[in-house]
Nanobody, 118 residues
Framework: QVQLVETGGGLVQAGGSLRLSCAAVGSITNIDNMGWYRQAPGNQRELVAL????STTYADSVKGRFTISRDKNMVNLQMNSLKPEDTAVYYC???????????????WGQGTQVTVSS
């Protein structure tokens, strides 16, 4: 079994910082890319940041404030200068191949709440 285990999140005042971490655990052969998505109430899930072979992609709304990094099977999201509109459930995402599967498959974490108060 492969799981994405998220840590971090919580409540912070506007202008503050939080760090999210996600570890891909289990029998994994190869990870193609990892990233973070978020979903606010009433909104669709949206891409926040993605890292693939060292290249990064960010949503326009977080550029210059958020930084994604990866170390082996772990991906981190450093969030600075947080705004109330960053409030959402944040989900870790990975496209990887488990040892017991032939093909790559997308996996999701359970989600972690980030709340930014004004």
């Amino acid at each position: 079994q492969v799981q994405l285990v998220e840590t971090g999140g919580g409540l912070v005042q506007a202008g503050g910082s939080l760090r999210l971490s996600c570890a891909a655990v289990g029998s994994i052969t190869n990870i193609d890319n990892m990233g973070w998505y978020r979903q606010a109430p009433g909104n669709q899930r949206e891409l926040v940041a993605l890292i693939h072979s060292g290249s990064t992609t960010y949503a326009d709304s977080v550029k210059g404030r958020f930084t994604i990094s990866r170390d082996k099977n772990m991906v981190n999201l450093q969030m600075n200068s947080l705004k109330p509109e960053d409030t959402a459930v944040y989900y870790c995402n990975a496209f990887l191949r488990a040892t017991y599967l032939m093909a790559f498959k997308e996996y999701w974490g359970q989600g972690t709440q980030v709340t930014v108060s004004s």
